[in-house]
């Protein structure tokens, strides 16, 4: 039996329809039968080839894919078939997958963290993923039960959703004091709205250039909404704030958008950044003794951290974010729509 994949066959080039056989599961393996799968925009760092780094320095992805590949790691669907070995995998339960899947022989892998793996098989990133009709699972123990969740946010909290979140519980410390600041309202940042809603104490302020999406964010409960380059923004959220905000979730990652939330920071409160879109960023280094205030990365999430975030969700506390479905198709498009910034919400293939 054969099944229907929008692979990239060329870097920097349009995706093209290939086929292949389902696979076959041996041992703990599974196959799920993808339902949805969403489009996020590292997919489109992953088609261009290469992640900007700053001035004209690039991470090049080029060889490090088998092509053609198959991105997308925004999955859910349904276990079509299972290895012997998997004994906890039921054929027809509704599953969302978590993607971020280490070799399980590092160190890392050993001590629990699998994400910070130094071989990751992660699906749609090293390994074919989602934007298919099929993926192959490699452990049931990926598969997670998302009722009563709609199947278009299930599939988003596996990237978008676990991203926005994690970044968020690396500020929990503080939140209490006052307000973060949510910088850029995409896919992620807009979920990272939704759960700051829920986490927090203190309604979360917003920074995004989109006027519409500023006026989103005010609309779904945001305290305030700032345009990052109005040149008198941060001044003025320093003012509203009486002195700036208690942690910075960059879901940009640029330069300026760095720049403009390291800039916002109280004392002893701390950037954690989320976001692609590459840069450098330079600022004085006394800077971070005076002010005790820190820059920290943060790389998707745990599966323990994912079985949290979705015990949040399902007590219906999160807001969904807008979900926009389209058929597996119109992959491309979508890519194209995200990298030019058209999308406000989260885009879901259907098969």
Excluded at 205 to 221: S, T, Y
Excluded at 292 to 299: D, F, H
Aim: some cysteine; hydrophobic content about 45%; overall charge neutral.
């Amino acid at each position: 039996m054969n099944f229907r994949r929008q692979s990239l066959v060329v870097y920097g080039q349009p995706l093209c329809e290939t086929v292949a056989e389902v696979p076959v599961p041996q041992g703990t393996e599974v196959v799920v039968r993808i339902e949805r799968c969403g489009v996020c925009h590292s997919d489109v760092h992953i088609q261009d080839g290469y992640f900007s780094m700053g001035g004209d320095r690039k991470s090049e992805l080029a060889g490090s894919h088998q092509l053609p590949f198959t991105m997308g790691h925004e999955i859910a669907g349904v276990i079509e078939s299972a290895g012997p070995d998997a004994k906890d995998a039921k054929v027809g339960a509704k599953v969302a997958v978590y993607p971020w899947i280490g070799c399980g022989k590092c160190a890392a892998c050993l001590r629990g963290e699998e994400i910070l793996c130094i071989a990751p098989e992660n699906l749609g990133v090293q390994k074919d993923g989602g934007y298919a009709t099929h993926v192959l699972v490699k452990h049931p123990r990926y598969l997670i039960d998302y009722a009563p969740l709609p199947i278009g946010t299930a599939a988003a909290y596996m990237c978008s959703g676990i991203t926005a979140f994690s970044a968020l519980k690396k500020l929990q410390a503080r939140a209490d004091l006052g307000p973060v600041l949510i910088l850029g309202l995409g896919g992620v940042g807009m979920m990272g709205l939704m759960f700051a809603l829920a986490m927090f104490k203190h309604k979360p302020i917003v920074a995004d250039l989109d006027p519409k999406k500023r006026e989103a964010a005010l609309k779904a409960g945001a305290a305030a909404a700032y345009d990052p380059s109005d040149l008198d923004a941060r001044k003025q959220l320093i003012k509203a704030t009486q002195g700036g905000v208690f942690g910075v979730a960059d879901y940009v990652g640029s330069d300026k958008s760095l720049s403009f939330g390291f800039g916002v920071l109280q004392k002893g409160s701390k950037v954690v950044v989320v976001g692609l879109i590459g840069g450098s960023f330079t600022t004085p280094v006394p800077i971070f003794p005076f002010k005790a205030v820190a820059i920290e990365g943060s790389i998707v999430g745990s599966l323990e951290e994912t079985h949290e975030m979705l015990a949040l969700a399902k007590s219906g506390k999160v807001a969904h974010v807008p979900i926009i479905n389209r058929p597996l198709s119109a992959a491309q498009e979508s890519l194209d729509d995200l990298r030019n910034g058209k999308i406000l919400g989260r885009v879901m293939l259907t098969p």
